[in-house]
């Protein structure tokens, strides 16, 4: 018997089958029923979409973060790259939660949108914190100014504090934006949108003299309301320069925040940290930077190669982050500015290496979105997600 004979003597016995035939039959009315799903689907998809739609924006625009936290101090990672280009991450952003007021730290280019999206209201920002001048900590200052403006019909401009130069930077963006606060006012009304909210309004504050040789840095408090101390120091971050670090303390608890530094030029940094609840401090990876490094240049770039060289020296290492954690009797640490670009999760620990081993807490890649939960009264530290 040929295997032509037997697949059709296969088929017979399957056909005269009763259990076959009701399978048969099953399967085709099922088929049927995709089929006019698929095309039920396709011919009321606009009406299908405009529910779907009004689900996800009901959602959306009734969030409010910041009423469904409980008491204590909050983190959250509105921008955890750098100037080089990654899809994962806006540029360098943090916000701090501390009662009915929200802070913002540094704002790269992309943040104030993840600010949004992380479902924290921008009419509740309370001010800005500038911890240096470089471009992808300030480029997203007047998206910021307008979107806390037109949400909240505020009757006074944006506070941005920084050292010395905050006033040029305020200044740069009230004059880029000042048409568009023109504009405004003048499309929605002054009920809606007054004129006297628009823009920015430079609070600068002074830092002790730099001492040559360095000496260790003295601490200068810097905002001091509503059960909130902020207190900065000088960082050395060459030629950039005032560069500051930040801590906040607040129900008990303490975050500091390094801004861009080399650890081991900053004197009194250590001390400056000690005994913070949650240490953020940005990571270079020079390994992985020198790979990205070699390949731009085998690509035709060494402009952009230099630069990458350059840079190695004053930013700080994870194994040195978490050394300094160490020190300091921090609790826990997160590498922010992370260079390079880190596309997948799975290359995290080729970023931080060893750094994990050197503290004794929890050692984590900041990721947009990434937020930290210090309860008041309580030692809890609570990662979370609030994207």
């Not at 944006?158 to 405004?184: C, K, P, W």
């Not at 809890?380 to 609030?386: E, G, L, T, V, Y």
Request: negative net charge; contains cysteine; proline residues 7%.
């Amino acid at each position: 018997m040929n295997t032509i004979q037997k697949t059709q003597g296969l088929r017979a016995r399957i056909s005269s089958s009763p259990v076959a035939r009701v399978l048969i039959v099953v399967m085709m009315v099922l088929v049927l029923v995709l089929v006019v799903i698929a095309a039920s689907a396709r011919i009321f998809q606009a009406q299908l979409g405009q529910l779907v739609f009004e689900r996800l924006a009901t959602e959306r625009a009734q969030q409010d973060r910041m009423a469904t936290l409980a008491p204590g101090l909050h983190v959250a990672f509105c921008g955890t790259g750098s100037p080089i280009p990654d899809a994962t991450r806006a540029e360098s952003c943090a916000v701090v939660v501390a009662g009915e007021n929200l802070f913002v730290i540094d704002s790269g280019s992309g943040s104030t949108t993840n600010i949004a999206l992380m479902g924290l209201p921008p009419d509740r920002i309370k001010a800005v914190f500038l911890t240096h001048y470089h471009s992808d900590h300030i480029a997203d200052l007047g998206n910021l100014a307008l979107q806390r403006w037109v949400n909240g019909a505020h009757q006074s401009p944006l506070t941005v504090m920084g050292a010395t130069g905050v006033e040029q930077v305020v200044a740069g963006f009230n004059q880029a934006y000042a048409l568009d606060q023109i504009f405004r006012p003048a499309h929605h009304g002054e009920n809606i949108v007054p004129s006297s909210g628009g823009g920015l309004l430079a609070a600068p504050f002074a830092l002790p003299p730099r001492v040559t040789p360095p000496a260790k840095e003295s601490a200068v408090t810097v905002y001091d309301a509503d059960g909130l101390l902020v207190t900065a120091m000088r960082v050395d971050h060459a030629p950039a320069d005032p560069a500051v670090a930040y801590r906040f303390e607040y129900a008990g608890r303490a975050v500091v925040f390094s801004g861009d530094l080399i650890v081991s030029r900053t004197p009194g940094f250590e001390d400056f940290a000690r005994g913070a609840d949650l240490l953020v401090v940005e990571g270079l990876q020079p390994e992985m930077l020198g790979v990205l490094e070699e390949n731009v240049i085998a690509r035709g770039d060494p402009n952009l190669g230099a630069i990458m060289r350059d840079v190695l020296d004053y930013h700080t290492t994870p194994e040195d982050a978490a050394d300094v954690a160490q020190l300091a009797n921090a609790s826990a640490l997160i590498l922010n500015h992370v260079v390079p670009p880190l596309p997948s999760r799975f290359l995290e620990p080729a970023f931080l290496r060893d750094a994990p081993s050197r503290l004794d807490g929890p050692v984590r890649v900041a990721r947009d979105g990434m937020a930290v939960s210090l309860p008041q009264g309580s030692d809890d530290i609570r990662f979370d997600s609030w994207f």
